[in-house]
């Protein structure tokens, strides 16, 4: 077979089908590049063009043929997987969040369009009609005595009579009639309170009511001057100069909606010097320890113990007895994490009925934290006892039964033949396993949020923080369900210092799994 | 291993042996027993509210006194929670993002396995790499990234299964590339080299020769794919904005927020109904998911 894997040659349509197929694509990101560039959304854009030369280079030449195969798959990678990760490093030196959710181009559109009612903007002169539903019209006329109608939501137009269902007009210049309205007297107009509130018309063209005889039309109040980079206030003169993502003046008045912005480690000292968020986020790291060392500690032992037990071929039923000590590993956890949820709830829960009917107790398991994180630690050992009996089940048969043999003629008894000879041979093929499990718990959003959301709530906490939560579910409480606004750049920030314990638990598995492959070799 | 004692008597050993033997086994039921209670106990009792007409926590036995389909015909006729609609959603999802991974990740599989290029060494580590860093990591630049590319292409953006689905294949690459590169290493490539005299093209090995061998374990991995992406919880819970384009996971989770003791028997059917096929799945092919795992599949 062709080892190098260098394309066969291909026929004159085979390559020109290529080279269309390839432009079809290069096409479709440089247009979608070009928009999200309009945007202002720039990583994206270098993330396109990356993925664009990577997928050209993979086509067009021939000693990248074995990546052809790859290339969706990598592509796909690359976009939803890799580049989130380094996406995560940029948010969380950036201050997205609630007020600076918009990319700067996108936000100075925004404060563009909001308008002020000026003292002296073009007037009108008004009269206003309700329908029966409740809606109202507005007939407005300018200096010159030119007449137009309005609504709420629609483009203001100039009118003549009988356009629109406009009636006569009297001589005045006011419509006598206009289809599916009355005219409201002056008195009455200027008694309806929800008159004076309405904007009528839309976009650039907005009239509301002033005094009972002006209406007047709404100017731009903020104009962007890139030259000074700042927002111009035309109504007072006051100048708002851009300071890490939003306009302020310098006497500290901000327009809303703020940009993101690169803001340095502003989140990260945010948490170092707030005793607010601080406090908290120590005891969530503490714990964010000790659950998933707890955790997997109970779950192995449990699960080798039923290995050893059931791993016999002479007990009747083995087969039997797995398959129902499987059943939790067989439910999509998230469905049982809340079944327990629902059995330990200390109202109405199954397990509290029995226990206050049996013992007279009547444990609060949501309220109290150790009691939480007691059922916590229970509640997982469920979800993850069968993976290491199914694990431990397979190498415990694969440890040579002669090594026993030799160690009996030696004189050991069971516990030092299981000290000596089973665990640490387990421990080779297990051992990586408990420590991807400990990353896998380290990271257990499911359990934490599904079961209680983190509660009970850590009191004087700055942020949404309970006394279960681990960092991950932290930041997603930061992120997502901030009761102060979602704070996505500190979310980013505190997930950066989990990529950090994550690459450093990588670490010592990566060497634990060479040194026990040496201790292997040495057996 | 139970050791034998060294006994001067023949007679009196074979009975103290017989007498261990039999002691252990029944201990070991004992301890079998208890355990299968504390293994099975949730499951008998979210099957037993799904079937108890009175639909709260606080009025429940095991035996539902007066069984009924009630809770079912609930979650079926709901305006507010429409189930039937997340179930559909979910099983859309999950096929579609399954078949999908399963394709790109095989060919790419396929090549890892057969070719012989610079860089495939490494290349196989980076895929390694970005399987320790779950993309429950990046959940923050995940909604930022697919918010982005909604402003353009709303098909694509927040709220849309496509978005979602694009966001599983990203992730599906670096988690069963292994497994399955391992897969198509067992494939002797004698086979595929006397294709190649015959004058077969990579991709009709790859279609014709290969693709039927490997596909009963094609099954096991898509299986595997299938009931994690199923359970997915924390992407499709930010992408996902509202009632309609839920998944089961995130409906469901709808029912325990609040009121939950009094929407308990409705939840309890909705589970059941959720995790029945999984359950079914997983004892079923018990033996084809062990193997697998232990090749180094995760249960997500």
Known sequence: MNVTGSAKSTTPVAYILRLLSLLIIDGFLVWFGYRQALLGNYTLVVLLAIVGMFISAVFLFNRAYPLRWMAPGLALMIMFSVYPNFLTIYVGFTNYGDGHLLTKEQSIIQIEKARYLPEGGSAYTWTAFKSDAGEYALWLLDETGVGYLAFEGQPITQVQPGEMGVGELDSKG??????????????????????????????????????????????????????????????????????????????????????????????????????????????????????????????????????????????PGKRLVRSLLLIPYTIPSLITILIWRGMLNPEVGVINRMLSSLFGANPAWFADPWLAKFALIVVNLWLGYPYYMLVCSGALQSIPSEIYGAAKVDGTNIWQSFRFITLPLLLVSVGPLLLASYIYNFNNFNLIYLFLQGGPPISGAATRAGHTDIMISYVYNLAFEGGRGQNFGLAAAVTLLIFLVVIGISLIQFRYTRMWEEVSENV | MSDPKTSSSANSLFTSLKFQRRAGIVI?????????????????????????????????????????????????????????????????????????????????????????????????????????????????????????????????????????????????????????????????????????????????????????????????????????????????????????????????????????????????????????????????????????????????
């Open chain 1, 174 to 315: 006011i419509p006598q009639s206009i289809t599916g309205y009355q005219r409201l007297n002056a008195l009455l107009a200027v008694a309806d309170p929800n008159l004076g509130e309405i904007k009528f018309g839309a976009d650039e063209n907005i009239v509301q009511i002033q005094s009972p005889s002006r209406a007047a039309a709404y100017e731009q109040k903020y104009v962007y001057d890139p030259e000074q980079d700042a927002m111009i206030d035309q109504e007072t003169g006051k100048i708002y100069f851009q300071v890490d993502g939003t306009f302020r003046t310098v006497d500290g008045k901000v327009i809303i909606p703020g940009y993101q912005a690169y803001i340095g480690i502003q989140n990260f000292k945010d948490f170092i010097v707030s005793p607010a968020l601080r406090g908290p986020l120590v005891r969530i790291i503490v714990w964010n320890f000790i659950f998933p060392l707890l955790s997997v500690f109970l779950q192995f032992s449990l699960g080798l113990g039923i290995a050893l037990l059931y791993n016999d071929p002479k007990f």
């Open chain 2, 28 to 300: 070991r039921w004992i301890i079998a027993v208890i355990l299968i209670i504390f293994a099975v106990f949730p499951v008998l009792w979210i099957i037993s509210a799904a079937f108890n007409p009175s639909s709260s926590l606080a009025t429940q036995h095991l035996i539902p006194e007066n069984a009924s389909l009630a809770n079912f015909r609930t979650l079926f006729n709901s305006d507010v929670f429409p189930f039937p609609l997340w179930m559909w959603n979910s099983i859309k999802v999950t096929s579609i993002s399954t078949i999908l991974a399963l394709f790109v990740t095989t060919i790419a599989a396929f090549a890892f396995s057969r070719f012989r290029f610079s860089g495939r060494q490494n290349l196989m580590k980076i895929m390694l790499l970005f399987q320790v860093f779950p993309s429950l990591l990046s959940i923050v630049a995940i909604f930022y990234l697919i918010n982005q590319v909604g402003d353009v292409i709303p098909f694509f953006g927040l709220d849309t299964h496509a978005g979602l689905i694009l966001v599983y294949l990203g992730g599906a690459m670096s988690i069963n590339i292994w497994l399955l590169k391992g897969f198509f290493d067992t494939i002797p490539r004698d086979i595929d080299e006397s294709a190649m005299v015959d004058g077969a093209t990579h991709w009709q090995i790859f279609t014709r020769l290969l693709f039927p061998l490997m596909r009963p374990m094609l099954v096991v991995v898509a299986i595997l794919s299938f009931i994690g992406t199923f359970g997915d919880f924390i992407l499709a819970r930010i992408l996902l904005r509202s009632t309609e384009s839920y998944t089961l996971m995130v409906g469901l989770q709808i029912y325990t927020a609040g009121m939950f003791s009094q929407k308990w028997g409705v939840f309890a059917a909705g589970a059941l109904l959720g995790a029945l096929p999984i359950m079914i799945v997983y004892l079923v092919l018990q033996d084809q998911i062990i193997g697998g795992l232990t090749q180094g599949a995760v249960k997500g």
